[in-house]
């Protein structure tokens, strides 16, 4: 996992160096970017921008999915990346990759603070993956992650037994 918080240790170089070495020794590369350029996350797996931070990066904004599928396919292939998720916010979280476009919704109760947010996102993401889960399902966990977070105040964790109540109680509920 590679979290980048612009404090100046990410640079090009270095961001390289961590993703060929990584990705040498079998590696996936999960990269939380920042900044308005992301060529030093190149040939990274995954990259999981916010909506902002995409909009950023890509110079622009979007009012349609459609228009955000296209951007999101150009930056992915430009930066040779496997997936590419978008989180946003209470729209959930759109996952990109070669051949799809997919949005799966928030699982956000109430809002009490998303202090964090991100953080729990890329570590549950990179959980699932190293589980064997797909893009998608490994997304839902970390959504439904992030979602427990941000019911909180300040800084906050998920528990394990937090996540699977709250997947059990909505799989229930979906019953």
Do not use: W
């Amino acid at each position: 996992i590679i979290s980048d918080y612009l404090k100046g240790l990410l640079t090009p170089q270095i961001t390289q160096a961590i993703i060929q070495s990584a990705k040498e020794a079998g590696c996936l590369v999960v990269v939380d970017p920042k900044g308005d350029t992301y060529e030093k996350y190149k040939d990274a797996n995954y990259l999981t921008p916010n909506y902002k931070e995409f909009c950023l990066a890509t110079q622009s904004s979007y009012s349609s999915d459609d228009q955000l599928n296209v951007a999101a396919q150009k930056l992915r292939n430009h930066l040779n990346l496997d997936t590419l998720i978008i989180t946003r916010s209470e729209k959930g979280m759109s996952i990109v990759t070669s051949n799809s476009f997919d949005t799966i919704a928030t699982q956000a109760q109430e809002v009490f603070d998303i202090t964090g947010a991100g953080d729990t996102a890329i570590a549950c993401l990179a959980i699932g993956l190293c589980l064997d889960l797909s893009a998608q399902d490994a997304a839902i966990l970390a959504n439904y992650a992030a979602g427990i977070v941000v019911s909180k105040v300040g800084t906050a964790f998920v528990s394990p037994d937090e996540l699977c109540s709250a997947i059990n109680h909505d799989t229930a509920t979906k019953s």
